[in-house]
């Protein structure tokens, strides 16, 4: 959809907030005539996200990055609901950055939901209150009179009914409603929100139409690979460009200083050529690049590790939290346990490896480009190149995943520059091993824990000394952890304190970032406090969250009903009657406004091969869960991504560089070792919430101790596979 820019009459930004902050423009305005229809029938532009043409057919522009959560379906049903349209007369289109007319233009961190579940409403609800002013013109009664059915305005009165689509002029020159006050839909008269609506793509996916950016192509187009060094912040010594030009195909060769960022341009060697395969052919047998590594060369997997064994014998560099005193309730505690735990550094691996189409012309650049922050991507195009953000244009194609590696855009600036240089479009396009050994990791992790648990079964005392990387006061990005992380604020006596270990080696945010960690320590750890007083691990659960605690942001109370609500759908109480070498456990995590609580049966063989059985996972996510397709398919994919990063996943550094390439040394969980998965959830009364992070973090820990039960073996390091699981 691209509107003419005749005959604008009213432009409306309104701030219409619902947790975030959202600043919607909204229009009025004709399209041009209609070739096909006729100079007299002419669509209407209702605002910046909604088109109804004259035949009643309805284009909702998608305004969010897709990543496969279902937000492009998702977000247009909110406006479909209010508007009052039949959703098989709706065709989505996606949007691309508009900053003057869309705000929260991202994916991450579960936001769509809590951000727009309000404003996406209001778009829809106020582009059918004009439409009712509109008919009331027409028939020359009061607006009181008249209500809607599906595509239609109804005046009850007189048994009138005139189609959206024969509004659409006169609607056109009326002025806009003020979107804050406009009415809302009763829930109780919901149609569209709640039902279970099959992703608008899926068409597409399935015949294989180009939709993903990497099926992107451009007249003229050439296609580039980056060769970057193998240490993160390595630079380029000298590099053999003249016999890489010198090869059948390829257009141009330079190196690329880079800017220091790294998450943005590194500094590395470009090869453009008329087919990917050569650049990529030239790259590996011929490209000769002397490197100059840097200080991160010194780094590795197992000196983080030895350093941390080092650090758990000292005083914590920092204190994060102190409650009463744990040292004496850890002396006085009828129970007691002390444990180290620790997890690696992830990568993302998302389908769909890093890709970026440009096109650079007269000092403005346009791109295609699957990234969750098309804004940021922006912007950092714009630093890099030197150019106003205003010269860069982004087009929003579906990403093969995304996980939180496209929250960054440093293949953006790559694709930009590239293209700058060779004065051509560009795609650019990294191969898995370029994804998996240059991505901004989620971060390792240390944890010594000390807990202890007085004669009643109560936990009256925790200790952490928590080992992680930063410099200074400052972690390392997703490296942190909250002071008011759970237990916190439910132990009386309560101490957390860090040390932070100096890293080269880019870091970012996973899904679920820090919780995905978090949740393994805590929950795990819970477990074996639970197990050594000889408490139901629900029980004693639920315990700890009727302790008095201060405001964690968490609300014990949900907790407390999804955790019940799992073990019985679990049957819970029934799991002594399961043969030997078959465990259930049990965890929960409130992360990114969700509650879940899950519960995992697993199988352990006596030699130690692991099968998960089945899962069952019970979420609080707010009043309405607004597509159920989605809503289980984010939550099923979270639970199975968890599986995924705890069985076998592990990025080692060595050297300073990443040892793993491709799935071969870096396993997504198999579609043999997927388990049944039983989701429920509890509506309560709060506003809905998003899905796409909190259901992962409790997989990881309720599957640890669902080990533990099968086979007596206390999982305290992840990947499980380095685990010796055999028993006897």
Known sequence: ???????????????????????????????SPDPAAGEARRAFVANAHVTIAPDGRVTLVAQNPEIGQGIKTMLPMLIAEELDVEWSDVTVVQGGLDSENFAGQFAGGSNATPTHWIPMRRIGAATRAVLISAAAGVWGVPESELSTRPGAVVHAASGRELPYGELT?????????????????????????????????????????PLFGIDTTRPGMLYAVYEKCPVFGGTVRSANLDAVLAEEGVRHAFVVEGTGNLSGLNAGVAIVADHWWVADRVRREVLQVEWD?????????????????????????????????????????????????????????????????AEFRDGRIEMWAPTQTPGGGAALVAETLGIPVENVTIHLTRMGGGFGRRLYNDWLAEAAWIAREAGVPVKLLWTREDDTRHDLYRPGGFHRLEGGV??????????????????????????????????????????????????????????????????????????????????????????????TGEDQGLDAARMSTVLREVAARSDWDQRSSLPAGTGKGVAFHFSHRGYFAEVVQATVSRRGDLTIDQVWVVGDIGSHVINPLNAWNNAQGGVLEGFSQAWAQEITIEGGRVVEGNFNEYPLLRMRQAPPIDIHFVATDNAPTGLGEPPLPPAIPALCNAIHAACGVRVRSLPIEKNDLSWS
């Not at 009763?186 to 068409?203: E, L, M, Q, S």
């Not at 009463?324 to 620790?342: E, K, P, T, W």
């Not at 899904?511 to 197990?531: C, H, I, K, M, T």
């Open 1 to 31: 959809m691209s509107p003419m820019t005749v005959g604008r009459r009213e432009f409306l930004r309104v701030s219409a907030l619902a947790g975030g902050g959202l600043a919607v423009g909204s229009w009025f305005e004709f399209l």
């Open 169 to 209: 002029e006169a609607a056109a020159a009326l002025p806009a409603p003020d979107l804050e006050s406009v009415p809302l839909k009763d829930p109780a008269d919901f149609r569209i929100i709640g039902t279970g609506i099959p992703d608008v793509d899926n068409d597409a996916i399935v015949t294989g139409r």
């Open 293 to 357: 590594e840097g200080p991160t060369a010194a780094q590795s997997t197992a000196g983080f590790a030895a350093r941390a064994a080092e650090l758990y014998g000292q005083t914590p560099e920092r204190s994060l939290r102190a409650d009463g005193d744990a040292d004496a309730a850890l002396a006085g505690a009828a129970h007691r346990v002390q444990a180290d735990y620790s997890y690696p550094f992830l990568a993302h691996a998302p389908l769909e490896p890093q890709n970026c189409t």
């Open 454 to 547: 007085d004669a009643d079964g109560r936990l009256v005392g925790w200790k952490n000394h928590f080992v992680s990387f930063g410099s200074g006061e400052r972690f390392a990005s997703s490296a942190s952890v909250r002071s008011t992380e759970f237990p916190a604020g439910f132990v009386p006596n309560f101490s957390m304190g860090t040390t932070l270990m100096e890293l080269g080696v880019p870091t970012g945010a996973l899904r679920a970032p820090g919780s995905n960690a978090l949740a393994f320590v805590y929950q795990s750890f819970l477990d074996e406090l639970a197990v050594e007083a000889g408490v139901d691990p629900v029980q004693f659960r639920l315990d700890l969250l009727a302790a």
